[in-house]
């Protein structure tokens, strides 16, 4: 999804970067980490054209973006949560979200119910001043805000610095959840599903009883407990069972409907992949799939992150 080949960078004269090279994958969340000071937010100015690289180059979903402006590259599809959030402390919070999706030129509507599933904290907040808001609901409200910007990649600099452990949790689901495309409102479309089928398992109508309708009630009531993420098999299965049941049944094509609306919702938002900038790191190991280190202004240590072991901590991260 992201490509960074052989990025450098000065400011003063003092060289930053020295050669960054690093790719995100799709759907994936790639964590850049490294020691204070290293270059890995100077990194993140050069690939959303905050700062101009002086060689080098950044190519998004196979677009070559290195000699765009910040603006052009936040419509190509970088979304970008700065340390420290940078919200407008003076407006609203419902104007801070606005303004991710008026910039531009989209409409926010339908996309603020999944800001509002991640961060519900929002939608209570929503006439409340940003400058108002804990560190932590801040965060949240950025991520919000760079969300309705439908990017490709999403990249957060230092998400949990000084962010109380609540809310690092609800941000790590958050990812999770953005990486992978499930729907902001998984449990209540899986439970609408479910009791759909109980109903017409339940039918005195005789042709409704069938092991399909049998095996597909005990597979939803599998995903209902342990979510999507963890049975993409078995949802596709599921899928696979409506579509026989609709065929076989004659009340298949209205029970078909009935779910196949919830099926269309569970698949309807995109993945997206996520470039993190993080130091806690439990945090990284917990969401990560690969993971590059930096180092004096390079890349000097990179794989997937069952590839961070202690020796790799303790040489590269450890203070």
């Known amino acids: 999804m992201l490509t960074v080949s052989n990025i450098e ?4 004269g003092s060289r930053i970067l020295r050669g960054v ?3 995100v994958p799709d759907n994936q969340c790639f964590c850049l980490m490294g020691r204070n000071g290293v270059g890995k937010t100077s990194t993140l100015r050069a690939i959303t054209g905050v700062m101009k690289s002086s060689a080098g180059k950044i190519v998004l979903a196979g677009k070559d973006i290195t000699k765009l402006s910040s603006e052009a590259r936040a419509a190509a599809g970088i979304g970008y949560v700065p340390q420290g959030r940078d919200i407008f402390p003076q407006l609203t919070v419902e104007e801070n979200l606005h303004i991710g999706a008026i910039a531009l030129g989209r409409k926010a509507k339908g996309a603020l119910d999944r800001i509002y599933s991640l961060f519900p904290i929002l939608k209570e907040f929503l006439p409340r001043k940003g400058g108002m808001l804990s560190g932590g609901q801040q965060q949240q409200l950025a991520i919000g805000r760079a969300l309705l910007t439908e990017p490709k990649v999403l990249i ?13 949790d609800q941000i790590g689901e958050a990812i999770k959840l953005l990486r992978r495309g499930g729907h902001h409102d998984e449990p ?3 439970a609408t599903i479910s009791q759909t089928l109980k109903n017409y398992g339940d039918s005195d109508d005789g042709a409704t009883k069938s092991p399909l309708i049998d095996e597909a ?4 009531t599998v995903l209902l407990r342990d979510g999507v993420e963890k049975h993409p098999a078995m949802f596709a299965r599921f899928a696979d069972l409506i579509e026989l049941i609709r065929k076989e049944q004659p009340t298949g094509n209205k029970l078909g409907e009935e779910i196949g609306t919830a099926l269309k919702q569970l698949h309807g938002e995109a993945k997206m992949s996520i470039l993190l900038v993080e130091q806690y790191l439990d945090f990284c190991k917990e969401l990560a799939d690969t993971f590059a280190i930096m180092d004096r202004g390079a890349v000097v240590c990179a794989g997937t992150v069952d590839a961070l072991t202690d020796d790799v901590v303790k040489k590269y991260l450890t203070v």
Not at 217 to 220: A, I, K, L, Q
């Open 188 to 190: 209540r479309l899986l």
């Open 217 to 220: 009630r005990e597979t939803v």
């Open 9 to 12: 960078l000065s400011i003063g």
């Open 21 to 23: 090279d690093f790719e």
């Open 156 to 168: 957060l600099d230092e998400p949990t610095e000084g962010i109380q452990p609540n809310i690092i």
